[in-house]
């Protein structure tokens, strides 16, 4: 089993900027890549970016060039650096951990709000 603990959210203004974090424990050594989802309201849970082990980060269209995906191995963390949010941005952001070929390990979900 892992474990997965995030932080970071918060309401923002548009062009603003927040850090997600999510910390693992547990068997990590069981999975192959972490990422962020995130879901609006009404809208289904879209990846949003993801970082396989070993790999590079991948990114939905919507968010290339603002959102960079990193992680801190010995920290066993995985963080998303949100730039230029705009109110599109808006959701519940979940982290989550793939084990083989499917995303099994969910977050609690922080929320982020870009709005003035």
């Known amino acids: 089993q892992v474990q997965l603990v995030e932080s970071g959210g918060g309401l923002v203004q548009p062009g603003g900027s927040l850090r997600l974090s999510c910390a693992a424990s547990?068997?990590?050594?069981?999975?192959?890549?972490m990422g962020w989802y995130r879901q609006a309201p009404d809208k289904e849970r879209e990846l949003v970016a993801y970082?396989?082990?070993?790999?590079?980060?991948n990114y939905a269209d919507s968010v290339k060039g603002r959102f960079t995906i990193s992680r801190d191995t010995a920290k066993s963390t995985v963080y998303l650096q949100m730039n230029a949010l705009k109110p599109e941005d808006t959701a519940v952001y979940y982290c989550s951990a793939r084990f083989r070929a499917t995303w099994t390990y969910w977050g609690q979900g922080t929320q982020v709000t870009v709005s003035s």
């Open positions: 970082i396989p082990t070993p790999g590079s980060a």
């Open positions: 547990g068997s990590t050594f069981s999975i192959n890549a």
